[in-house]
């Protein structure tokens, strides 16, 4: 049955709803924006409280809140984003 056609299975571009894929890929976006400032943050924070010698427990936390601060700022969705 190779010429038949079934006019409801027919694939027509545009037409398929893709509010799943979307709301999946915009999570996926969101854990992985908001993962890396967190890998960051934390890499940053071991590194000066055990690597810097002379620093400790609160040039780290600066430091660290210092990062998060300026990474929230940068990352976070901006309103007028259309994407």
Not at 60 to 66: D, E, F, R
Request: glycine share 10%.
């Amino acid at each position: 049955m190779a010429g038949h056609h079934d006019s409801h299975n027919d694939y027509v571009k545009g037409e398929m709803d893709i509010h799943d894929q979307q709301n999946s890929y915009n999570l996926f976006m969101g854990m992985t924006k908001w993962g890396s400032l967190g890998t960051a943050a934390f890499v940053l924070f071991i590194t000066v409280m055990f690597a810097v010698k002379g620093a400790g427990f609160i040039p780290a936390v600066i430091s660290t809140g210092a990062l998060v601060v300026i990474g929230w700022l940068m990352l976070k969705t901006k309103p007028d984003a259309k994407h």
